[in-house]
């Protein structure tokens, strides 16, 4: 078995495993919102306005992407812009993203 993803680890040096993260990116909007943060960093206005998904809906699925430390956020103002970590930004070519275990590509 191989051994956790540690470049998408959080400060507290927890590891994720390949599951876990394919997991989390498993869901059709998560996964959307990493393909809108390749093209880089959006407000969530930006993100609901090509989605289309209810907000609170929304808040979630970006809590759930920066507890697994595939996006951060920023504040400019009183908009929150989100982005993916630096560590997923290292590993993108051009529309794809190597996770460590195997690489995502969007179309």
């Known amino acids: 078995m191989k051994t956790p993803l540690r470049v998408l680890a959080h400060d507290s040096d927890e590891a994720f495993s390949c599951a876990s993260v394919l997991k ?3 869901d059709d909007t998560r996964l959307a919102v990493i393909e809108k943060l390749l093209d880089g ?3 969530v206005t930006e993100i609901n306005e090509s989605l289309s998904v209810e907000p609170t809906l929304l808040s979630h699925h ?3 992407l920066r507890d ?3 996006v951060t956020r920023t504040r400019q103002g009183r908009f929150a ?3 993916l ?3 997923l930004l290292a590993r993108r070519k051009g529309r794809s993203i190597d996770l460590g275990c195997c ?5």
């Open 41 to 43: 960093p959006v407000t």
């Open 103 to 107: 690489t995502i590509s969007f179309s």
């Open 81 to 83: 812009v989100y982005a």
């Open 24 to 26: 989390v990116l498993a």
């Open 62 to 64: 970006l809590k759930t």
């Open 85 to 87: 970590t630096p560590v």
């Open 68 to 70: 697994a430390n595939l």
